[in-house]
């Protein structure tokens, strides 16, 4: 099994190691509500894009169906004339540069 698949498990079906990071669970909280805070407050660096953007991803780890709905949510907004342009970090691809624009003759895992 690979480790991906291994991991994919511990994290749905619960593993005693898991509870190895509850200390962290704790800290991590915090560095996000002060995070959030600093937002709310105007402070800090805060990026505004010029034109809308719908963030997927960060839910869950693997298999959810965010594929799926980026597609779908790619095709509602092109039949009502939209311009839809998508970002991903890539997992699991190897770019030879960074950052990298895969065309639509390129396959996304080159």
């Given at each position: 099994?690979?480790?991906?698949d291994?991991?994919?498990?511990a994290w749905?079906?619960?593993?005693?190691?898991?509870a190895?990071?509850r200390?962290?669970?704790?800290?991590?909280?915090?560095v996000?509500?002060?995070?959030?805070?600093?937002?709310?407050a105007?402070?800090?660096d805060?990026y505004?894009?010029?034109?809308p953007?719908i963030v997927?991803?960060?839910?869950?780890?693997?298999?959810?169906g965010?594929?799926?709905?980026?597609?779908?949510?790619?095709?509602?907004?092109r039949?009502?004339?939209l311009?839809?342009?998508?970002?991903?970090?890539?997992?699991?691809?190897?770019p030879?540069?960074?950052?990298w624009?895969v065309?639509?003759?390129?396959?996304?895992?080159?």
């Amino acid at each position: 099994m690979a480790f991906t698949d291994r991991l994919l498990d511990a994290w749905y079906k619960g593993h005693p190691a898991l509870a190895l990071l509850r200390p962290l669970e704790g800290l991590y909280r915090r560095v996000v509500e002060r995070k959030r805070a600093r937002f709310l407050a105007g402070e800090g660096d805060i990026y505004r894009a010029p034109v809308p953007v719908i963030v997927v991803g960060n839910i869950t780890v693997g298999g959810t169906g965010k594929t799926p709905l980026i597609l779908w949510m790619i095709e509602h907004c092109r039949r009502r004339g939209l311009r839809v342009g998508v970002v991903s970090r890539g997992y699991g691809a190897t770019p030879p540069s960074l950052p990298w624009r895969v065309l639509p003759e390129q396959s996304a895992s080159a």
